[in-house]
């Protein structure tokens, strides 16, 4: 095909010019032949059009118009700055899907769950993505950190754009704390509330004022709600967009920091770009973020609709007059939690934490080292050591004294609640609806019984309990138990599971746990 | 061409091709998804319906139950049956209400009846947090799912061909003694006392209803027994009042078992009682002598009218069993005046009334012996 000059006058009126001349206008000024000699590798015209178009066009006037080829390298960045961009756009759009379903009150929020997820086409698939692009989120940014870290770019000249990024980091945990209390159930009513409560640890004053600035006057119900959604949804998101632009200014205007291998200690050569070095952002660079972007989609979609991720859950409604057995803080506080168990509390949870958050702050003012090979800082790879044992110290605590164990409770009842727990599936109740026929189904005659095999392989779980038992022991042991099935409506079972047991000073006992079961409400 | 431009074009390619396929991919994804949708809004629409439903099983339980009955059936004296076709039937007419059920039941529930029905002792209160009751709306609506559920008819037990040698006999006579049939029929061949004597029942069964044989007819009588209703009983005309919840309490086996029992009763000669098994009142409900315990006080008489009459079905401890859980139900405003009255009047479909003045063996003085003793048994205010 011919291709028109673009200096062609008079006005061009074939329809490939008219074509042309679309496409230029869409495209800043970028012609057919532009375009045809970019994807050849050819010479462009001078001026090159590329850098035109950057100084016309508000969205690329954002962007570098190249990039030192070194930094682009993905083993120096992972993407992981792009990443996060590209997560917080996905959360962006599915959380305005989502508030088009939604009412900010204890009344209303958790039946327009139910009409969200039973009702409203798509509703679930674009909870799951919200959910889980706002994990992936986290998951990113703590990513994005330790690279930063790791290749010293938080020193000079880029000191502040680290300030930004902690900054950042606050924000999208309480994004995503913010967003658990929302769908009002009892899975994240009590994981924020356990949350909030950590707070009550901080010095008297501060800790009111937190609480009832988040949680209102009683610490419960429409207050609660109502401030925790007005800051998910506008806040916190307005002060995300905020620091991603003083963040994102600063990256631009600095430049991504080169590999350090390239450079001199002290040296930032990262502006710099040699013209063999440059890589420019059109074509290839917003090439390979589309590609990034088409990538991060189908990985999110793909675990969304083909169910590699289980789905978010929806729990009970919210009660605040009943905490769940097993509720637990969101995974990222959980090391906090089990801080706060190991001895006072103050000392064990808020100094490490506010020290943890000064430090993370005062990073860049802290190291005074000019260099940023690891090789030649091994106190920034050693120092971090003692701080993730912490962590990790605080999670098993955690998990093993407060969250989801039930260890402190008499062995009985967490050997009931452990075949049947509140707000999960448990073995029992996973069984398919023809297994749990009616009738009296004791463990102690769980082979001769006649009963279907996997009520057979959950009453041989039961014993297996009974005799390792999962809580606290001294209260007494238990001996046996019998689960009473009954067929109580049409399409709703009756599961009483009576656990048998002998105090400490020997007196027969019985825990009882009663619950019903729902044909349709089968747990996936 | 330089062998820059070579790798370069290679890697155009490549991006070309890795993009391709992806948009391929997603849009693969997204027809799945959509071709899904219809499917798993259906199969998420019945689970959430499912746990609602079961909620408002364990909330009927904890705050209905103790007036209208742990099954629905209602208490006569107490309040209304819930668990009846006439309920579901002609409610609404009665009231001449406008609306549906569901309306109803939600509404009756939310704000509870605030006219009182000289029939109940009990006014409904108000069970919303909205009128200064207990519940959100989500659990009024859950335990208004579970009340109108009671409209579907149970699964009934799926009849299975009797094997010929007639095993299962011996476990169906266990049954028939361990159950409360015994409480009003007797053992075969003894009169019967509140309901039929069942002897030679494999016999006349096939003759009550048209064009049904002896089988089908006994599995009718377990699971419909309002069906056909005997003419006469040992005390009179024969009530309607045999529970009609069987299919509920039964599991196939036992269901089976009981069958085989009843077919196994070809003539009205006498059957031997199991070797410990209590005798029943034969000729029907005898007046009770006054017992002589060994310490003469109410709850020592008490006792010894329960451990004759009550304890079959309520068991030994009042945890209930074939009978009700007596734990459960104390929970009545007075529960000595309500053990009294449910005991005196008996409770439809479920148990006779014991008093004398309604056909049954105990005087005043005894109701309150045994009233008194129930109410030692199972603890008096919850």
Redo the contacts between chains.
């Keep these: 095909m011919t291709s028109p000059s673009p200096s062609a006058s008079p006005p061009p009126r074939s329809p490939a010019a008219l074509l042309d001349r679309v496409l230029a206008a869409l495209l800043v000024g970028l012609r057919w032949a532009d375009l045809r000699a970019l994807a050849r590798g050819e010479a462009l015209p001078r001026p090159d059009p590329r850098l035109v178009a950057h100084s016309r066009s508000f969205w690329l006037h954002l962007r570098p118009r190249y990039y030192h080829a070194a930094a682009t390298r993905f083993t120096h960045t992972f993407r992981l700055g792009l990443l996060a961009t590209l997560l917080l756009v996905v959360e962006t759009l599915t959380g305005v899907l989502l508030m088009f379903y939604y009412t900010p009150s204890p009344e209303q929020a958790y039946s327009d769950m139910v009409r969200l997820l039973s009702r409203v086409p798509f509703g679930q698939i674009v909870r799951d993505l919200h959910r889980l692009g706002g994990e992936a989120l986290l998951v990113v940014v703590l990513l994005h950190m330790l690279r930063t870290y790791l290749t010293g770019s938080y020193k000079a000249p880029r000191r502040f754009t680290w300030l930004t990024g902690v900054l950042l980091l606050l924000a999208v945990l309480f994004l995503s704390f913010s967003g658990y209390l929302l769908p009002w159930d009892q899975l994240g009513y009590w994981a924020v509330t356990i949350g909030v409560s950590m707070a009550g640890y901080l010095p008297t004053g501060l800790a009111q004022g937190v609480q009832t600035l988040l949680g209102g006057g009683d610490g419960s119900g429409a207050d609660v709600l109502l401030r925790f959604y007005l800051l998910h949804v506008l806040f916190v998101p307005l002060l995300t967009g905020l620091g991603f632009a003083l963040h994102y200014y600063k990256v631009v205007r600095v430049g991504i920091s080169l590999p350090a291998a390239l450079e001199q200690p002290g040296e930032d050569t990262a502006r710099r770009v040699p013209l063999a070095q440059r890589v420019y952002t059109i074509p290839d660079v917003l090439r390979s973020e589309l590609i990034w972007a088409e990538l991060l989609l189908l990985l999110l979609l793909g675990a969304v609709v083909l169910g590699v991720y289980r789905g978010a859950a929806l729990g009970n409604p919210a009660d605040p007059l009943h905490t769940p057995l097993g509720s637990r803080a969101p995974w990222y506080f959980r090391w906090l939690q089990g801080l706060l168990t190991l001895g006072d509390p103050v000392l064990t949870g808020v100094v490490p934490a506010t020290l943890l958050l000064l430090g993370l702050i005062l990073l860049p003012l802290l190291d005074r080292s000019r260099h940023r090979r690891l090789r030649r800082r091994p106190l920034a790879l050693l120092l971090p050591l003692p701080l993730i044992a912490l962590l990790l110290l605080g999670t098993v605590l955690e998990s093993k004294y407060s969250g989801g164990s039930l260890s402190g409770l008499p062995a009985p009842k967490a050997i009931a609640y452990t075949v049947l727990p509140e707000e999960s599936v448990g073995p029992l109740r996973a069984l398919p609806w023809e297994a749990l026929p009616p009738g009296v189904w004791d463990t102690r005659t769980l082979d001769s019984n006649g009963a279907p095999e996997p009520l057979r392989a959950v009453l041989a779980q039961i014993n297996a309990l009974i005799e390792q038992p999962p809580g606290n022991p001294s209260f007494g042991t238990a001996t046996h138990a019998t689960l009473v099935i009954s067929q109580w409506q049409a399409d709703l079972k009756r599961l009483v599971l009576r656990v048998f047991w002998q105090s400490a000073d020997g007196q027969p006992q019985v825990l009882e746990r009663e619950v019903y079961l729902a044909g349709g409400g089968r747990y996936d | 061409m330089t062998e820059h ?1 070579t790798l ?2 290679r890697r ?1 390619w490549l ?1 070309l091709a ?2 391709l396929l ?2 391929a ?2 849009l693969a ?2 027809l ?2 959509v071709s ?2 219809n499917g ?2 259906a199969q ?12 408002g ?2 909330i009927y ?1 904890e705050a209905c139950a103790g007036c209208h009955g742990v099954v629905g059936r209602g208490i006569p004296g107490v309040a209304p049956a819930l668990n009846d076709a006439g309920f579901f039937a002609n409610r609404l007419a009665e009231l001449n209400y406008p609306g549906d059920l569901r309306s109803f039941v939600e509404a009756a529930v939310a704000a509870g009846r605030p006219v009182p029905n000289p029939a109940y002792s009990s006014v409904m209160p108000a069970w919303a947090q909205q009128y200064g009751g207990a519940l ?4 009024v609506a859950a335990v208004t799912d ?1 009340v109108l ?2 409209q ?4 009934p037990a799926v009849a299975v061909a009797l094997p010929a040698d007639g095993s299962g006999v011996a476990a169906g006579k266990a049954l028939f003694g361990s159950l409360d049939c015994l409480g009003c029929h007797g053992w075969p061949g003894e009169g019967g006392i509140t309901a039929p004597d069942l002897a030679g029942i494999a016999v006349n069964g096939a003759t009550r209803m048209a064009g049904m044989n002896a089988d089908e007819y006994v599995l009718l009588a377990i699971l419909g027994p309002s069906a056909w209703i005997v003419p006469d009983c040992p005390t009179g005309p024969c009530p309607d009042m045999m529970p009609r919840d069987y ?8 269901l089976d078992a009981l069958r085989r029992y009843l077919l196994s009763l070809t003539d009205t000669t006498p059957v031997e009682r199991p070797a410990g098994a209590p005798p029943a009142l034969a000729g029907g409900l005898a007046a009770v002598a006054t017992p002589t315990p060994a310490a003469n006080t109410p709850l020592a008489r008490g006792e010894v009218i329960y451990t004759e009459h009550c304890r079959g079905c309520h068991g030994a401890d009042g945890r209930g069993g074939v009978g009700s859980d007596l734990v459960a139900v104390r929970l009545s405003v007075d529960p000595a005046a309500y053990t009294r009255a449910a005991t005196a009047q008996g409770v439809a479909g479920m148990m006779p009334g014991w008093v004398q003045t309604v056909g049954g063996p105990l005087n005043d003085a005894q109701l309150d012996d045994l009233a008194a003793y129930v109410v030692e048994l199972v603890g008096g205010a919850p």
Aim: hydrophobic residues 40%; charged residues 30%; proline residues 2%.
């Design positions: 431009q370069r074009r155009d991006h890795v993009g992806a948009a991919a997603l994804l997204v799945l998804a899904r949708e798993r809004l998420t629409a019945a689970r959430l319906q499912g746990s609602s439903l079961a909620r099983a364990l339980r959100r709306s989500d659990e579970f559920n009671w579907q008819p149970v699964q299919g509920v309490r039964l599991d196939q086996r036992q």
